[in-house]
């Protein structure tokens, strides 16, 4: 099989399974259904891996070819079609794999729901959206994917389609990507405008050079770089998808959608969508160190201010959403610190852990009978013991234990930072330091909540609404959630869901150990990310003083985040373990910022009442005022009325009497042979 | 090859709508259904190989007819059709089809003229995209009006008249003034109602602005432009499901045709001044109506304001000068998006008399977590919504992109407030969907509901096929306009003065 069969199949795969339980899933059943969207992605993992491991051989080569030409303009042809590159490589295996832990997950999770099979065929359509997505050679497909799965990730936040909070979150999240898109869809536009007129990646990254130095005009008389309005603009396309400061605000509302996509969607790869297009796009923002600060304050913001809602939350999938909005945070600083492979290393670590987080968070919510408030649990450890374990070994991963796969990633990200010269990177490099304890803090919070201390689902019998003080009418998770009986007690979920959780936490725990050298010192990444080492030497001087994954873990013993997130752990556990009453206390007398946190800066209530607000007002003045009063009313009825006041007073010359004919008649021969005489003696 | 292809395509359905509308009364409803389809089917049957035979590599007219007409005024009928108009025929015979299985039981009172109407405007409609000259042209464009206002009058909702006569006298002044600028062009040619020679004369350019302010009249009418456009609204309204089709999915393009063929090849200097005019309008009416559409509370009204909006991509496309020349993404872009538009508008249309076939309310509020009920509905409705969203993949995406990419090579803000769309398109479209068609049962009356019969399948699966196979090969419309449209772009570019 040539390979872009084999590409084609890998991407094809998932489509088949999705369209066959999506349209026949009604005659062939459940069972069926899963089976044939698992084989889909079964294939799509397993030929994925075969490409990667060609490509860590050196056995595959770099494939850029098109499929078919979706349309032509101009003498240019715009293809649907492939790049596989080792960047893309990597992206594959993890989403295809992640997806297959996922579908056979769903099997546990979803068991009871009426719409089985139209979860199936949802979850592979994304696999399908977002494999052409990575594997795209181009902008226009780039795009394609970039909707596609926006467009499952609505589908799937909106479910259950019967509770208004699931479709009012999934409108939002599709209204506030569509924000992104619309940067996005500009920046598509420049680079169509001034990179030669193609949109495949090889032809504009080639053009890009010669470009380093234009400027265009968009407010007259300003000249800006091409290049960094071209890239901000992409990058608002990223912020959207991979919910950046000031776009995040849809991310935590997105855990309205079932759990398995929490992890598969909203932890482990749509989000990253934003980080990989920036990573890919990589020879043009290098190019622009404004652009590049830009990115950096984003994630900056996004890293540190979102670790501080995660401290606040209750639902146990909304500290994990908060943890996953903070750690995507961090990818964007490393992109912005232009530590590209950094990031891409941490998208796969952090896929790993955080869908281990996210389905461990699942599997608690199975076991407590879909009750996700964290202060109805405890003690869970001895009901869940693979969820338990499981779950340690993520949040180990999360905070950055030395040598857990996440402590690779995130402790290149800060020594990359570190390591960049632009002027907004002191800054950065704090905001991640300090989002280090503050991450260990929340997670652990979570887990000595969840699986240590008193059993409090026993005395919460019956309570679980309006016992806190601070209770939000519109949690959304509150007023779906079942509980445990009286007589119930939790119980670990069934092998399908543990499985998965056992095969994530083998290289939440291993990867970055093994992956961290060739991925951002050896040659992993040439050819799919440029660095311009002149001008941004960090990741250079990090390859210096990088003496293997021991001798880093090692160091990070007597480094500040590894003592921090130490502390984070040890806080967390003063607080909820020994001595609950210090939180309260600090609740009560921090009230105005725990409010503040627990409205989350009130910008979803600024967004609420200036943009969704402030649109339907001003259509209403359009429609009522614009379209009714001035042109129906003015315009049109006016018209037909000054039509009726003229033929009111034409009706009073038609008199019907002879003599006033004639002496019109009369009055108008005069009236022209003067005219006519006057046209004589004039000439 | 049928050297008549043309007269085939024109005639067909208008024969078979007077055979239709002589089985007379209602007793022989059936009999007149199967033959409107018969005769339907037959038309776009014959449309077909205007496509198939069409030869790309040629971007002039092609299947050309003439006779003489009225000799005494040299006016001939004259047919022909370029990579242009050809789509439309196609397109306009394939609405017919579906329109036809789209009233077949819904319409009980006089159904064989009901089937009739659709049948002769489908032939008079396709004779006004394949006239090359002008008097016919002016002939099939009026004529085409009567059935239509018909069609509302008389199967229409219970402000039918106040619609209907809104809808004629706004679009029958605009044609007036058209036929003052034929005239005029008939004497300054040298008495002929060629249209291609039209296209060759000189004209100063005072006249050509007034002949454009003719034109632009008549043609923004019917697209709608803002702010001619307020009869499209009322029309949608009390017209029946598949009246509005047709009006979306065809009526609306012939304005905007009337712009490709008339207004910039005749009057370039004048189109070039006017660009700019053009343009605010086409962004107002993108962004002015996407709000407005937001705000509706009657979904025929939403689906209508979010039809203007899409029209004002295609007249934004078409009065995209970069210098002298049209943009070639943003013409070709607007092309895309009339024939998508077609397809989804006719598409919404549809969904929405679904519905209001079993509820008899277009009113948002009355429904409410349809999905329950009528889950496969519910799934075309949202590949439909989805498409008026302009998402990849779909015929709605092809167009917009087009026409935004296009624009951003002429003026940055004209493609910032065009690309608006993706967020206001979706914030209606999909907010509609949400109030409708999610959440729990919202009443007893939606409770009894039943999802779709298998015409009503049928018709929904047909154009789920074309929307999304528009979006995933927009090449196969696209290659055959390139030709017609570089001669388009060429013949612009040169002035006439």
């Given at each position: 099989?040539?390979?872009?069969?084999?590409?084609?199949?890998?991407?094809?795969?998932?489509?088949?399974?999705?369209?066959?339980?999506?349209?026949?899933?009604?005659?062939?059943?459940?069972?069926?259904?899963?089976?044939?969207?698992?084989?889909?992605?079964?294939?799509?993992?397993?030929?994925?891996?075969?490409?990667?491991?060609?490509?860590?051989?050196?056995?595959?080569?770099?494939?850029?070819?098109?499929?078919?030409?979706?349309?032509?303009?101009?003498?240019?042809?715009?293809?649907?079609?492939?790049?596989?590159?080792?960047?893309?490589?990597?992206?594959?295996?993890?989403?295809?794999?992640?997806?297959?832990?996922?579908?056979?997950?769903?099997?546990?999770?979803?068991?009871?729901?009426?719409?089985?099979?139209?979860?199936?065929?949802?979850?592979?359509?994304?696999?399908?959206?977002?494999?052409?997505?990575?594997?795209?050679?181009?902008?226009?497909?780039?795009?394609?994917?970039?909707?596609?799965?926006?467009?499952?990730?609505?589908?799937?936040?909106?479910?259950?389609?019967?509770?208004?909070?699931?479709?009012?979150?999934?409108?939002?999240?599709?209204?506030?990507?569509?924000?992104?898109?619309?940067?996005?869809?500009?920046?598509?536009?420049?680079?169509?405008?001034?990179?030669?007129?193609?949109?495949?990646?090889?032809?504009?990254?080639?053009?890009?050079?010669?470009?380093?130095?234009?400027?265009?005009?968009?407010?007259?008389?300003?000249?800006?770089?091409?290049?960094?309005?071209?890239?901000?603009?992409?990058?608002?396309?990223?912020?959207?998808?991979?919910?950046?400061?000031?776009?995040?605000?849809?991310?935590?509302?997105?855990?309205?959608?079932?759990?398995?996509?929490?992890?598969?969607?909203?932890?482990?790869?749509?989000?990253?969508?934003?980080?990989?297009?920036?990573?890919?796009?990589?020879?043009?923002?290098?190019?622009?160190?404004?652009?590049?600060?830009?990115?950096?304050?984003?994630?900056?913001?996004?890293?540190?201010?979102?670790?501080?809602?995660?401290?606040?939350?209750?639902?146990?999938?909304?500290?994990?959403?908060?943890?996953?909005?903070?750690?995507?945070?961090?990818?964007?600083?490393?992109?912005?610190?232009?530590?590209?492979?950094?990031?891409?290393?941490?998208?796969?670590?952090?896929?790993?852990?955080?869908?281990?987080?996210?389905?461990?968070?699942?599997?608690?919510?199975?076991?407590?009978?879909?009750?996700?408030?964290?202060?109805?649990?405890?003690?869970?450890?001895?009901?869940?013991?693979?969820?338990?374990?499981?779950?340690?070994?993520?949040?180990?991963?999360?905070?950055?234990?030395?040598?857990?796969?996440?402590?690779?990633?995130?402790?290149?990200?800060?020594?990359?930072?570190?390591?960049?010269?632009?002027?907004?990177?002191?800054?950065?490099?704090?905001?991640?330091?300090?989002?280090?304890?503050?991450?260990?803090?929340?997670?652990?919070?979570?887990?000595?909540?969840?699986?240590?201390?008193?059993?409090?689902?026993?005395?919460?019998?019956?309570?679980?609404?309006?016992?806190?003080?601070?209770?939000?009418?519109?949690?959304?998770?509150?007023?779906?959630?079942?509980?445990?009986?009286?007589?119930?007690?939790?119980?670990?979920?069934?092998?399908?869901?543990?499985?998965?959780?056992?095969?994530?936490?083998?290289?939440?725990?291993?990867?970055?150990?093994?992956?961290?050298?060739?991925?951002?010192?050896?040659?992993?990444?040439?050819?799919?990310?440029?660095?311009?080492?002149?001008?941004?030497?960090?990741?250079?001087?990090?390859?210096?003083?990088?003496?293997?994954?021991?001798?880093?873990?090692?160091?990070?013993?007597?480094?500040?985040?590894?003592?921090?997130?130490?502390?984070?752990?040890?806080?967390?556990?003063?607080?909820?373990?020994?001595?609950?009453?210090?939180?309260?206390?600090i609740k009560q007398r921090f009230s105005a910022v725990h409010k503040v946190l627990d409205n989350k800066y009130y910008m979803d209530d600024l967004y609420f009442n200036l943009f969704a607000k402030g649109s339907r007002a001003l259509g209403t003045l359009f429609w009522k005022v614009g379209d009714m009063l001035l042109i129906d009313g003015l315009m049109?009825?006016?018209?037909?009325?000054?039509?009726?006041?003229?033929?009111?007073?034409?009706?009073?010359?038609?008199?019907?009497?002879?003599?006033?004919?004639?002496?019109?008649?009369?009055?108008?021969?005069?009236?022209?042979?003067?005219?006519?005489?006057?046209?004589?003696?004039?000439? | 090859?049928?050297?008549?292809?043309?007269?085939?395509?024109?005639?067909?359905?208008?024969?078979?709508?007077?055979?239709?509308?002589?089985?007379?009364?209602?007793?022989?409803?059936?009999?007149?259904?199967?033959?409107?389809?018969?005769?339907?089917?037959?038309?776009?049957?014959?449309?077909?190989?205007?496509?198939?035979?069409?030869?790309?590599?040629?971007?002039?007219?092609?299947?050309?007819?003439?006779?003489?007409?009225?000799?005494?005024?040299?006016?001939?009928?004259?047919?022909?059709?370029?990579?242009?108009?050809?789509?439309?025929?196609?397109?306009?015979?394939?609405?017919?089809?579906?329109?036809?299985?789209?009233?077949?039981?819904?319409?009980?009172?006089?159904?064989?003229?009901?089937?009739?109407?659709?049948?002769?405007?489908?032939?008079?409609?396709?004779?006004?995209?394949?006239?090359?000259?002008?008097?016919?042209?002016?002939?099939?464009?009026?004529?085409?009006?009567?059935?239509?206002?018909?069609?509302?009058?008389?199967?229409?909702?219970?402000?039918?008249?106040?619609?209907?006569?809104?809808?004629?006298?706004?679009?029958?002044?605009?044609?007036?003034?058209?036929?003052?600028?034929?005239?005029?062009?008939?004497?300054?040619?040298?008495?002929?109602?060629?249209?291609?020679?039209?296209?060759?004369?000189?004209?100063?350019?005072?006249?050509?602005?007034?002949?454009?302010?003719?034109?632009?009249?008549?043609?923004?009418?019917?697209?709608?432009?803002?702010?001619?456009?307020?009869?499209?609204?009322?029309?949608?309204?009390?017209?029946?499901?598949?009246?509005?089709?047709?009006?979306?999915?065809?009526?609306?393009?012939?304005?905007?045709?009337?712009?490709?063929?008339?207004?910039?090849?005749?009057?370039?200097?004048?189109?070039?001044?006017?660009?700019?005019?053009?343009?605010?309008?086409?962004?107002?009416?993108?962004?002015?109506?996407?709000?407005?559409?937001?705000?509706?509370?009657?979904?025929?009204?939403?689906?209508?304001?979010?039809?203007?909006?899409?029209?004002?991509?295609?007249?934004?496309?078409?009065?995209?000068?970069?210098?002298?020349?049209?943009?070639?993404?943003?013409?070709?872009?607007?092309?895309?998006?009339?024939?998508?538009?077609?397809?989804?508008?006719?598409?919404?249309?549809?969904?929405?008399?679904?519905?209001?076939?079993?509820?008899?309310?277009?009113?948002?509020?009355?429904?409410?977590?349809?999905?329950?009920?009528?889950?496969?509905?519910?799934?075309?409705?949202?590949?439909?919504?989805?498409?008026?969203?302009?998402?990849?993949?779909?015929?709605?995406?092809?167009?917009?992109?087009?026409?935004?990419?296009?624009?951003?090579?002429?003026?940055?803000?004209?493609?910032?407030?065009?690309?608006?769309?993706?967020?206001?398109?979706?914030?209606?479209?999909?907010?509609?969907?949400?109030?409708?068609?999610?959440?729990?049962?919202?009443?007893?009356?939606?409770?009894?509901?039943?999802?779709?019969?298998?015409?009503?399948?049928?018709?929904?699966?047909?154009?789920?096929?074309?929307?999304?196979?528009?979006?995933?090969?927009?090449?196969?419309?696209?290659?055959?306009?390139?030709?017609?449209?570089?001669?388009?772009?060429?013949?612009?570019?040169?002035?006439?003065?």
């Amino acid at each position: 099989m040539d390979m872009k069969s084999l590409y084609l199949l890998i991407a094809l795969a998932p489509l088949a399974g999705s369209l066959i339980a999506g349209l026949f899933g009604w005659a062939i059943g459940r069972r069926a259904s899963h089976v044939v969207t698992i084989l889909g992605v079964a294939v799509s993992a397993a030929l994925s891996l075969k490409v990667l491991s060609g490509f860590i051989s050196g056995q595959t080569e770099v494939f850029n070819g098109a499929v078919y030409t979706w349309l032509t303009v101009g003498g240019h042809e715009y293809a649907v079609g492939f790049l596989v590159d080792k960047l893309t490589a990597m992206m594959m295996v993890v989403v295809s794999c992640v997806s297959l832990m996922v579908h056979v997950y769903t099997i546990g999770y979803m068991q009871e729901d009426p719409g089985y099979q139209r979860f199936f065929s949802y979850i592979s359509l994304f696999t399908f959206s977002m494999l052409m997505l990575v594997m795209s050679n181009n902008f226009i497909q780039l795009f394609f994917g970039w909707e596609a799965v926006g467009l499952v990730s609505y589908l799937l936040i909106g479910f259950w389609f019967k509770r208004p909070t699931a479709t009012f979150a999934n409108l939002k999240a599709f209204l506030v990507n569509r924000v992104g898109d619309f940067g996005f869809l500009l920046g598509i536009g420049l680079v169509l405008a001034h990179f030669g007129g193609s949109l495949n990646y090889s032809d504009v990254f080639a053009a890009a050079p010669a470009l380093a130095n234009k400027t265009i005009q968009i407010f007259p008389g300003v000249e800006w770089s091409l290049m960094t309005v071209t890239c901000i603009l992409l990058f608002v396309g990223a912020m959207g998808k991979s919910a950046q400061f000031p776009l995040h605000v849809w991310l935590p509302d997105s855990m309205e959608g079932p759990t398995p996509i929490s992890a598969l969607i909203h932890a482990a790869t749509m989000v990253t969508a934003g980080l990989f297009m920036v990573s890919r796009m990589s020879p043009l923002f290098e190019m622009s160190d404004t652009a590049l600060n830009f990115i950096m304050i984003s994630g900056t913001i996004t890293a540190l201010f979102m670790g501080f809602l995660g401290i606040v939350q209750n639902d146990i999938k909304k500290v994990v959403a908060y943890s996953t909005l903070s750690q995507l945070g961090y990818m964007t600083v490393a992109l912005g610190a232009s530590a590209y492979s950094a990031a891409m290393f941490h998208v796969m670590t952090h896929a790993f852990f955080k869908a281990l987080l996210f389905l461990g968070a699942g599997s608690v919510i199975m076991g407590m009978h879909h009750d996700q408030d964290m202060r109805n649990m405890g003690g869970l450890r001895k009901y869940m013991p693979i969820t338990w374990i499981t779950s340690l070994i993520g949040s180990l991963a999360l905070i950055g234990t030395p040598f857990f796969s996440g402590f690779y990633s995130k402790d290149s990200i800060i020594e990359a930072v570190a390591a960049s010269h632009l002027p907004f990177a002191g800054v950065a490099y704090w905001a991640l330091i300090i989002g280090v304890f503050v991450t260990a803090f929340y997670s652990f919070r979570m887990y000595f909540l969840v699986f240590h201390g008193k059993e409090r689902w026993m005395a919460n019998h019956g309570a679980h609404h309006g016992h806190d003080e601070d209770h939000d009418d519109e949690e959304p998770s509150t007023d779906h959630h079942h509980g445990l009986g009286p007589n119930d007690k939790p119980h670990e979920s069934p092998w399908v869901v543990t499985l998965p959780l056992v095969v994530l936490a083998i290289p939440s725990v291993l990867i970055g150990f093994f992956a961290i050298e060739p991925l951002l010192f050896g040659d992993f990444f040439k050819g799919a990310i440029t660095i311009d080492a002149l001008k941004h030497p960090g990741m250079h001087e990090l390859a210096e003083e990088f003496h293997g994954p021991v001798g880093m873990a090692v160091h990070a013993l007597s480094s500040l985040p590894f003592w921090l997130a130490l502390s984070g752990v040890v806080v967390a556990w003063i607080f909820y373990m020994k001595a609950p009453h210090i939180p309260a206390a600090i609740k009560q007398r921090f009230s105005a910022v725990h409010k503040v946190l627990d409205n989350k800066y009130y910008m979803d209530d600024l967004y609420f009442n200036l943009f969704a607000k402030g649109s339907r007002a001003l259509g209403t003045l359009f429609w009522k005022v614009g379209d009714m009063l001035l042109i129906d009313g003015l315009m049109v009825n006016g018209t037909a009325k000054l039509v009726g006041v003229f033929s009111r007073l034409t009706r009073k010359l038609q008199t019907g009497f002879i003599y006033s004919y004639a002496a019109s008649m009369i009055i108008g021969v005069l009236g022209l042979m003067t005219l006519w005489f006057a046209g004589i003696i004039l000439r | 090859m049928f050297t008549n292809m043309l007269s085939l395509v024109v005639w067909t359905p208008i024969v078979a709508g007077l055979l239709v509308l002589a089985t007379g009364g209602d007793q022989r409803a059936p009999l007149a259904r199967w033959l409107a389809l018969a005769g339907a089917l037959a038309g776009f049957l014959v449309s077909l190989p205007l496509y198939t035979g069409f030869n790309d590599l040629n971007g002039g007219m092609q299947f050309e007819e003439m006779r003489p007409w009225i000799q005494a005024l040299n006016i001939n009928y004259h047919l022909g059709v370029d990579g242009i108009s050809m789509l439309f025929i196609v397109l306009n015979s394939f609405t017919t089809l579906m329109v036809v299985l789209a009233g077949w039981e819904v319409i009980q009172k006089r159904v064989a003229q009901y089937m009739a109407a659709f049948l002769i405007m489908s032939g008079l409609i396709n004779g006004s995209f394949a006239s090359l000259d002008a008097m016919l042209f002016y002939v099939f464009f009026e004529a085409m009006l009567i059935p239509m206002y018909l069609i509302i009058g008389v199967w229409g909702g219970p402000r039918r008249v106040y619609a209907s006569v809104k809808f004629f006298l706004y679009t029958l002044l605009g044609s007036l003034l058209m036929l003052v600028a034929f005239i005029y062009m008939y004497f300054k040619a040298g008495k002929t109602f060629e249209i291609l020679a039209f296209h060759d004369m000189k004209i100063a350019l005072s006249v050509q602005m007034l002949l454009f302010v003719a034109f632009f009249l008549s043609f923004a009418v019917k697209v709608p432009m803002w702010p001619v456009h307020t009869w499209l609204p009322d029309a949608h309204v009390e017209a029946p499901t598949g009246g509005s089709m047709v009006l979306a999915a065809i009526t609306l393009k012939l304005g905007a045709y009337g712009f490709l063929r008339f207004a910039l090849p005749i009057l370039p200097d004048a189109s070039r001044e006017l660009a700019w005019v053009m343009v605010a309008l086409s962004l107002v009416a993108v962004v002015y109506i996407g709000l407005v559409a937001l705000v509706q509370s009657d979904m025929k009204k939403l689906v209508a304001y979010s039809s203007i909006s899409h029209m004002g991509f295609v007249t934004l496309g078409m009065f995209m000068f970069l210098g002298t020349n049209m943009n070639q993404w943003a013409v070709e872009g607007a092309l895309v998006q009339m024939v998508s538009h077609g397809f989804v508008s006719a598409a919404m249309f549809f969904c929405i008399g679904v519905m209001y076939d079993r509820l008899h309310s277009r009113n948002i509020a009355d429904y409410g977590g349809v999905a329950n009920k009528m889950p496969i509905f519910a799934a075309f409705m949202m590949l439909f919504g989805m498409a008026n969203s302009g998402l990849p993949a779909t015929s709605g995406f092809v167009g917009e992109f087009m026409v935004i990419l296009g624009a951003v090579q002429v003026n940055f803000w004209y493609a910032a407030l065009a690309a608006t769309t993706l967020i206001f398109g979706a914030a209606y479209t999909l907010w509609m969907y949400k109030r409708v068609i999610f959440g729990d049962i919202g009443n007893s009356h939606v409770a009894e509901m039943k999802d779709v019969n298998k015409r009503e399948f049928l018709v929904l699966a047909i154009l789920a096929i074309t929307v999304l196979g528009m979006g995933l090969y927009p090449q196969a419309f696209v290659s055959k306009m390139h030709l017609s449209v570089n001669d388009l772009i060429a013949h612009v570019a040169q002035s006439k003065l």
